[in-house]
């Protein structure tokens, strides 16, 4: 049988914040369809690590592998993320910026960036509308939306680039009730789509979603292998 190759492979990931090491970690296997919660103390800097792996933070002397398409793997530095793996890779904040448009045209923006056809864009548009349940609010602009509608928009956007690894902030930590539930439904969708998922959260529903990989964060070393 074939080895499954990993997603990702990061290597010589530190940050460092005066004179303390927040974190170092000498190799990070990020693996194919995985559900993954990081968990660790405030502190710890585990959005830190997101924001790197995003390529929104520098990251200086890390490195990331990849395989492409044709079974090819590459090595390149992670600062600046490779454009290669940025199409693969869709970050949520904890606290969601929409453009001050309507939710339609907040979804689609990545398509546009991207520069599909029209029509493609249309279908994926309405899928993730309906899917996030907010078809009905297509035309409403953000000032509009409640807290989880926000959310259920932003997790719509990061969907509809089908990327291949997704990485979440805190998505339900602002939210109670009813918008708590519907987010856990939608983040639990898309765990179980054959993507990789990692987030960051305290919420113990979303920690003990079946077939979830805990990691934990603390003290400047990465466990991944935390019961």
């Known amino acids: ?31 194919r369809a995985t559900a993954i919660v990081l968990t660790g103390m405030n502190g710890a800097g585990k959005t830190t690590l997101l924001r790197m792996l995003a390529g929104l933070e520098r990251a200086p002397g890390a490195t990331v592998q990849w395989t492409d398409a044709n079974g090819q793997s590459h090595d390149a530095p992670l600062d600046p993320l490779p454009p290669a793996v940025r199409q693969r890779i869709a ?10 448009t309507s939710v339609r045209a907040n979804i689609a923006y990545g398509l546009h960036a991207r520069h599909l ?21 297509q035309d409403t ?31 339900t930590s602002s939210l109670d009730g009813h918008a708590r539930e519907q987010v856990i439904a939608l983040v639990r969708d898309l765990a179980t789509e054959g993507r990789t998922v990692i987030m960051v959260c305290h919420d113990r529903e979303l920690i ?20």
């Not at 970050?91 to 001050?100: C, D, I, K, N």
């Open 208 to 227: 003990n979603l079946p077939g979830v990989v805990r990691w934990k964060l603390g003290d400047g070393v990465l466990d991944t292998h935390h019961p």
């Open 91 to 100: 970050y949520l904040h904890q606290h969601p910026y929409l453009f001050r």
């Open 1 to 31: 049988m074939t080895p499954v190759l990993p997603l990702l492979t990061v290597r010589g990931l530190a940050r460092t914040i005066g004179l303390r090491r927040l974190f170092a970690i000498d190799e990070l296997v990020i693996p």
């Open 117 to 137: 056809p029209h029509d493609e864009i249309a279908r994926r548009v309405g899928e993730a509308l309906g899917w996030a349940g907010v078809s009905h609010l």
């Open 141 to 171: 602009a953000p000032e509009h939306l409640s807290g989880g509608e926000i959310q259920r928009v932003a997790l719509a956007r990061a969907k509809v680039l089908e990327p291949e690894l997704l990485l979440l902030d805190e998505p």
